[in-house]
Nanobody, 125 residues
Framework: QVQLVESGGGLVQAGGSLRLSCAAS????????MGWFRQAPGKEREFVAA????????YYADSVKGRFTISRDNAKNTVHLQMNSLKPDDTAVYYC??????????????????WGQGTQVIVSS
């Protein structure tokens, strides 16, 4: 069974930065692409960023491009989301997820088969 545990959320002022981490269990972490999604109150869960199994390719939602950076450390079974220039609209619960389709690192929520419990990010204006 795969377990994903996010950390690093919190309260930050607009313009500030946060670094989210996701720790994954299991010995096959490096074989899967990973993604980050977020869900704001009253809204559907939306794609934020994803990274290929090797870390060599990344993909971002337009809303975070140039501000967020996804990375992974396969030796430590972790994936990170560095969030800079945060805006109040970035306020949401952030989830990491494992892609269920070989090296799929796109925005399709249904392609991800394991999810973490989420970490809250609040950006104050």
């Amino acid at each position: 069974q795969v377990q994903l545990v996010e950390s690093g959320g919190g309260l930050v002022q607009a313009g500030g930065s946060l670094r989210l981490s996701c720790a994954a269990s299991g010995r096959t972490f490096s074989s899967y692409a990973m993604g980050w999604f977020r869900q704001a109150p009253g809204k559907e869960r939306e794609f934020v960023a994803a990274i290929s199994w090797s870390g060599g390719t990344t993909y971002y939602a337009d809303s975070v491009k140039g501000r967020f950076t996804i990375s992974r450390d396969n030796a430590k079974n972790t994936v990170h989301l560095q969030m800079n220039s945060l805006k109040p609209d970035d306020t949401a619960v952030y989830y990491c997820a494992r892609s269920g389709r070989y090296n799929y690192y796109g925005p399709g929520r249904g392609e991800y088969d394991y999810w973490g419990q989420g970490t809250q990010v609040i950006v104050s204006s």
